[in-house]
């Protein structure tokens, strides 16, 4: 892409970047004269409309936020079958970085930044647009000390369906339960994310780490955050009774929009208390049970067990969750809840993989069946499913190369270029004999191509005797 002109504005310098669907390059505006960050769809993405018909409606949605901490998309398009989006080019540094040189900030600070994050949240909200990938990687510090949002292009209007209902979107480190589970988001998974990356923030380090992707969701699906080692850090009760409502598991037990966290963070930031009703309940005030709680919890966690007989996965996920809420080490509601949450996502997958599948969009049903084959091998029929979306979408690809050779030699042909005719047409007959009137073409393009050819061999020997002639 280097050096190549998009929309006949957009001239591309270098890779600044990549993310999950497409390259991230500087480009300048010839129009405006003006340096811009041009996001460049994957060729690979290209070839399946789902995708694209995504990138498109996302972009729309992008480009109403108007927001002094929001990224701002400028402009979109297509060029040539190259899918691109245009956003303002942001001189900084993004959060991911300043963590890893700094380690962890002063809570004060690590607080003011959440609440610029919070306004972006704000501005999306109200557009109905979840962003559905927040974590530092997306949160950029420009040299004015302003914060700005990254990568809208994944979010999600709430009104609208989404092409893959369960895609994994978004890194499993900064994942809300919900999202991680497949089920449908808002907001508050937002909040969530933002919560994990408050945490980074405060202790230099993430809440949940291990080797795989799926280990990590399961933490995410039912384990508590660490508690703050209180030697090392010097964070107030306030702001940990913030965080630890920003990271309740039921979405209904956090703040509920972002106006409401930021007047959560500014009521900390002036050294107001956190009222009790607002904090979570402490591990000692959990264990104090009355024999009607030990009664309730027995009746809950029972009818989570006849959910997951029952592969009601959700309904089970939300009465475990009920269980731990009461009593965090009840029995192995955690274990329990963890394999439920496993469950809903697996099925989320196979029953988008389905629908994908359905309509023909290959690739989309790939992602979610290899996804659930990594995980469970055996589960269902999704091994068997992945092979034939894999052979379907070779099969599309090699129809898609036949019709293009084809279109090539045709163009060769009327120009009489004879050889370079020969040459596609007899790819096509290879991969498909009957295909249109190659049976005619392709013949007549070969007896052309030999003609011309032993013509030229023939004028050349004429003239190579006449050189030779002259000489002597």
């Known amino acids: 892409m280097i050096g190549e002109v998009l929309g006949n504005r957009y001239k591309i310098s270098h890779e600044i970047g990549a993310g999950g669907m497409a390259w991230v390059y500087l480009a300048e505006d010839l129009v405006e004269q003006t340096n811009v960050a041009v996001k460049v769809l994957y060729p690979h993405y290209n070839k399946d409309m789902a ?41 900084g540094k993004d959060l991911s970085t300043i963590l890893r040189e700094r380690g962890k900030l002063p809570w004060q600070e690590a607080l003011e930044i959440t609440a610029q994050v919070t306004l972006a949240l704000d501005a999306a909200n109200m557009h109905g647009v979840v962003h559905r990938d927040i974590k530092p990687q997306n949160i950029m510090i420009t040299q004015e000390n302003r914060v700005k949002v990254l990568d809208f292009g994944i979010a999600r209007a709430r009104a609208l369906p989404s092409l893959t209902q369960s895609g994994f979107l978004g890194s499993p480190y900064y994942i809300s339960p919900e999202q991680a589970m497949g089920e449908a988001v808002d907001i508050r998974s937002d909040i969530y994310s933002l919560g994990i990356a408050l945490y980074e923030m405060l202790t230099g380090k993430t809440p949940f780490d291990a080797s795989s992707p799926w280990s990590i969701i399961r933490q995410h699906i039912a384990n508590e955050p660490p508690k703050f080692n209180k030697q090392d850090l010097d964070v107030p009760p306030p702001v940990e009774a913030l965080l630890d409502k920003m990271l309740t598991k039921d979405p209904e037990d956090r703040y509920q929009t972002p106006g409401e966290l930021l007047a959560a963070i500014e009521s900390t930031l002036r050294g107001r208390v956190v009222s009790p009703q607002e904090s979570q309940k402490t591990r000692q005030e959990k264990t104090q049970f009355s024999q009607a709680h030990k009664l309730l919890l027995s009746s809950l966690y029972q009818r989570a067990e006849e959910a997951v007989q029952s592969e009601d996965w959700s309904r089970a996920v939300n009465l475990f969750n009920r269980v731990i809420k009461i009593d965090s080490h009840y029995q192995d509601a955690s274990e329990r809840l963890a394999y439920a949450g496993l469950q809903a996502r697996l099925a989320a997958l196979y029953h988008a993989a389905q629908a994908a599948l359905t309509k023909e969009r290959w690739q989309e049903a790939i992602d979610e069946l290899s996804e659930i084959v990594t995980v469970e091998p055996n589960y269902r029929n999704a091994a068997n499913l992945l092979t034939q979306a894999g052979i379907a979408l070779a099969e599309d690809k090699n129809r898609e190369r036949i019709a293009n050779l084809y279109e090539k030699g045709l163009a060769y042909y009327q120009e009489k270029k004879w050889q370079e005719a020969d040459d596609c047409f007899s790819q096509v007959f290879e991969a498909d004999s009957s295909y249109k009137d190659i049976c005619r073409l392709y013949p007549d393009a070969r007896r052309r191509a030999q003609w011309s050819q032993s013509l030229f061999v023939r004028v050349g020997k004429k003239l190579s005797r006449w050189v030779n002639k002259d000489t002597e």
Do not use: T
């Open 51 to 91: 995708y694209v018909q995504r990138f498109i409606r996302e972009a729309k949605l992008a480009i109403q936020i108007s927001n002094k901490h929001v990224v701002r998309i400028l402009d979109y398009g297509a060029d040539r079958d190259v899918h691109y989006l245009v956003m303002e080019n942001i001189q």
